[in-house]
Antibody, heavy 123, light 107 residues
């Protein structure tokens, strides 16, 4: 079965950096695009970024552009989110998620989610 | 920036039909997908590509997309369907966007 396990969350000061990782298993990782989605506790979902199955195309929400970088290692079967210049407003649970379209050129739907990792930006 | 608009809340009696709408201009050309999120849990896909149901999702969940409004329909809602529901689609730049979410109460 599909499993997505996030790690790397924690507490960081404003202006700091953090790298999230997501270990994937149970599907052919190299065939699917991957997403990061975040959720402020008690609030709604916000799409953050997407990377195509081969890593050649990346898409970012306006809130992430220029500060966050999505990447993947298809040999380690791992997805990453490098977050720089963090702000208090970036405090949220970050979900790693699998796209539902095999070999898709861009975003399809999200069909599986990890359990999420909490990132807290606070002084 | 592009937005998908959902009502913040909805309520239905057990056994009745719940309809949750999601409005956005780009829905005329983009698929809508729907997620159920129960308290403290990760979201679960319940409808994709407007009206397709993933395996394991009960038949009472269905969807439609007409013009600029997508609708999630729960026919014969159960108490266990009480949750937040989010629509998801793409804007005209093919960036992802979620609706604000609708909290469904079944009582």
């Amino acid at each position: 079965q599909v499993q997505l396990v996030e790690s790397g969350g924690g507490v960081v000061q404003p202006g700091g950096s953090l790298r999230l990782s997501c270990a994937a298993s149970g599907f052919k990782f190299t065939d699917y695009g991957m997403h990061w989605v975040r959720q402020v506790p008690g609030k709604g979902l916000e799409w953050v970024a997407f990377i195509r199955y081969d890593g050649n195309n990346k898409y970012y929400a306006d809130s992430a552009k220029g500060r966050f970088s999505i990447s993947r290692d298809n040999f380690k079967i791992t997805l990453y989110l490098q977050m720089d210049n963090l702000r208090v407003g970036d405090t949220a649970v970050y979900y790693c998620a699998k796209d539902g379209v095999v070999g898709g050129y861009g975003l399809g739907n999200i069909d599986y989610w990890g359990q999420g990792v909490l990132v807290t930006v606070s002084s | 920036s592009y937005e998908l608009t959902q009502p913040p809340s909805a309520s239905v009696s057990p056994g009745q039909t719940a309809r949750i709408t999601c409005s956005g201009d780009a829905l005329a050309k983009k698929y809508a997908h729907w997620y159920q999120q129960k308290s403290g849990q990760a979201p679960v896909l319940v409808i994709y590509a407007d009206n397709k149901r993933p395996s394991g999702i009960p038949e009472r969940f269905s969807g439609s997309n007409s013009g600029t409004t997508a609708t999630l329909i729960i026919s014969g809602a159960q108490v266990e369907d009480e949750a937040a529901y989010y629509c998801f689609s793409k804007d005209n730049s093919d960036l992802g966007v979620f609706g604000g979410g609708t909290r469904l109460t079944v009582l």
